[in-house]
């Protein structure tokens, strides 16, 4: 029987068999009735350890059964086995040799957050953003077969990730080239279907073995050749399951769609995974499994344990109060706005807790749109409101607004709407790592005819960027990042800045120093140790030409500092006006590098780049040194 945990384990759990396991291939040889105590020990070991370290939490306790079974079953790594997003990989690392590396997980040099195809050969894909498993998963097995290599491929999905579009292409193209591979529905929020228990574990056991695989083939050729005999057949076993299961869609897209099953019932995972390994061409298994399951807190709240943090000492209370989060600011503001203008809309693409819409969800529900991880719709569905004269805010992280750039330019930008993006996590977000930075928002931005960027140096101007960009006629963009700012307070008021505009802040010599948002506080650090001059510059597009002409003839050294990459970024833009105005000086552009920054404390990360107060500091003076 599996074990329910209720708290986290202060200590290291004994866990003797999974510790006997530095291979799948051990795992493997273990009699099937030792896999539900592995499930005991590796359940309790995440506990442990995922409190050590922090990270994501619930979806690998739900997956603990499902990942011993794939293991089991399955010949990995020669077979090939994609998690998507990676959110419940832990399990899967913890069994493929690195169970003793996990308390570096997500540490500067350690283990990375997500799968990573450099880390382990067990990790087949690199992910982080979802819904690409079934299609990298499809190319494994098209490019295997073109090789002549008897290899399984599995690509397990979770419901959330399978409401991308990308998964549905992948889905429909897999049946035109007949590959065999697996998909593996991880449906962990009865999004699709609550038919769990005896008889649908039955059917799939009956659907998924030989017998009824080579009854279906054999019955196949047989009716062909009477087409109008093979057509009744078909759909009528297409009806029949359609009564008991709920995979009459993947049926028509060409996949023999088995369960759903209990993701928690080892034998039964076991067995139908067995015979599915031998079946041909797609095939498409659907288990339903507990997010956090077996430790009841994560059980009662499966949001609030997505992902904790490292288990520490309480501290002593806060003397004060604490300081808001930016994505804080930005849900004040959206309700505040909404108040005021009944035009106002907010979309989100499944991030309602992560950008903070959770209290204008609740106040304005006809006015708010999860469209799930769907962020291509997400921009065109705001170009269409905005179309009719609505004012939609699309929340959405500065990584996953990649996802939908195509859409950005053609169906806003193109047509000049009045569409705001408040992009969260821009520039460096931690432990999470190059995946889910936002290190290209301003070049991939910026050379967009129409669009108003802006990035604020601190809380207050988040809020007024996010005003001025609302009440803008056409496509606005404030980007921010993740965490607290300096802790200036906040006007409540909901008044726009003059568009175009920047401030000097401090007033020195020499050295002009051009910040573009929040790493403005870092800069004033340097240029107090210089004597330099700041301006924080607020707006990427349009630059403050002024500024820069007025800054650029009283100083011999102009220097841009922003959290972005440093290639085409808000530096690039300063670079070439004053090249096409003909102004000769010298610049330094400081940013991120050219470079995946790899995952370690946003401190450590800054620290890396130059763009702490120190580092900028030392890239100046080492300027100065050069210009003599």
Not at 79 to 85: A, F, K, P
Request: with cysteine.
């Amino acid at each position: 029987m599996p074990t329910t945990f209720h708290d986290i384990p202060p200590q290291r759990p004994a866990t003797p068999l999974l510790d006997s396991l530095e291979d799948t291939a051990q795992l493997r040889a273990l009699d099937e009735s030792q896999l539900g105590e592995l499930a005991n020990e590796l359940r309790a070991f995440l506990l442990w350890s995922v409190g050590q370290t922090g990270g994501h939490f619930g979806a690998g306790l739900g997956v603990i059964e499902l990942t011993i079974a794939l293991h089991y079953v399955y010949n990995t790594p020669d077979d090939r086995l994609l998690w998507d997003v990676g959110h419940q990989a832990y399990p899967h690392k913890i069994l493929t040799g690195r169970r003793e590396q996990m308390a570096s997980l997500r540490q500067k040099g350690g283990l990375a957050a997500f799968p990573r195809r450099s880390e382990s050969p067990y990790d087949t894909f690199g992910v982080g953003h979802s819904s690409t498993s079934i299609s990298a998963g499809l190319g494994m097995a098209i490019a295997a077969g073109l090789q002549g290599l008897d290899r399984r491929t599995v690509a397990v999905i979770g419901d959330g990730a399978l409401t991308a579009g990308m998964a549905f292409e992948a889905l429909n193209h897999a049946a035109d080239v007949e590959a065999n591979m697996l998909v593996v529905l991880n449906d962990n929020d009865m999004s699709i279907s609550r038919n769990v228990g005896g008889l649908s574990n039955y059917l799939a056991k009956i659907l998924s073995s030989r017998t009824y695989s080579h009854m279906r083939e054999g019955s196949k050729k047989m009716l062909s050749k009477i087409p109008p005999a093979w057509e009744l057949a078909r759909k009528t076993e297409e009806h029949a399951k359609g009564m008991l299961v709920p995979g009459t869609l993947f049926e028509e897209l060409g996949w023999n769609y088995i369960g759903p099953i209990d993701g928690h019932d080892l034998p039964t995972l076991v067995r139908t995974l067995a015979n599915m390994r031998e079946l041909k061409g797609p095939q498409f298994l659907h288990v339903v499994t507990q997010k956090g399951h077996g430790f009841s807190p994560a059980e009662a709240d499966p949001i609030g344990y997505h992902a904790i943090t490292k288990l520490e000492p309480k501290p002593a209370a806060p003397t004060g109060a604490s300081k808001p989060k930016f994505s804080n600011i930005f849900g004040q503001w959206l309700c505040d706005m909404a108040e005021q203008d009944e035009r106002l809309i907010g979309i989100t693409p499944a991030m309602k807790e992560g950008s903070d819409l959770i209290a204008f969800s609740e106040r304005f529900p006809k006015r708010y749109f999860d469209v799930a991880i769907a962020e291509q719709h997400a921009v065109t569905l705001a170009a269409g409101m905005a179309c009719e004269g609505a004012k939609p805010v699309v929340a959405i992280y500065s990584t996953f607004l990649q996802r939908g750039y195509d859409q950005l330019i053609h169906d806003v930008d193109v047509q000049n709407l009045d569409v705001l993006f408040a992009i969260d996590r821009a520039g460096l977000v931690g432990e999470d790592g190059p995946t889910h930075a936002g290190s290209f928002d301003l070049s991939y931005l910026r050379c967009l005819p129409n669009m108003l960027i802006m990035a604020p140096a601190d809380e207050n101007e988040t809020r007024q960027m996010l005003t001025t960009g609302y009440l803008h006629k056409g496509p606005a963009a404030v980007r921010y990042p993740r965490g607290t700012g300096p802790g200036v307070p906040i006007d409540p008021a909901l008044e726009p800045l003059p568009i175009g505009k920047g401030l000097v802040t401090r007033q020195g010599e020499k050295v002009a120093i051009l910040c573009f948002g929040t790493l403005h506080q870092h800069a004033m650090k340097a240029a107090d140790a210089l004597n330099a001059t700041v301006a924080n510059m607020r707006f990427v597009k349009p630059l403050d030409h002024a500024l820069i002409a007025e800054l650029s003839a009283s100083h011999d050294l102009l220097v841009t500092v922003e959290e972005n990459a440093v290639m085409g970024g808000a530096g690039s833009a300063v670079n070439e006006w004053l090249l096409a105005q003909g102004i000769s000086l010298p610049v330094l552009n400081l940013g991120l590098p050219d470079i995946y920054v790899e995952h370690a404390k946003p401190a450590q990360m800054l620290a890396e780049c130059g763009l702490d107060a120190a580092g900028i500091e030392n890239a100046i003076r080492e300027r100065l040194g050069r210009l003599g």
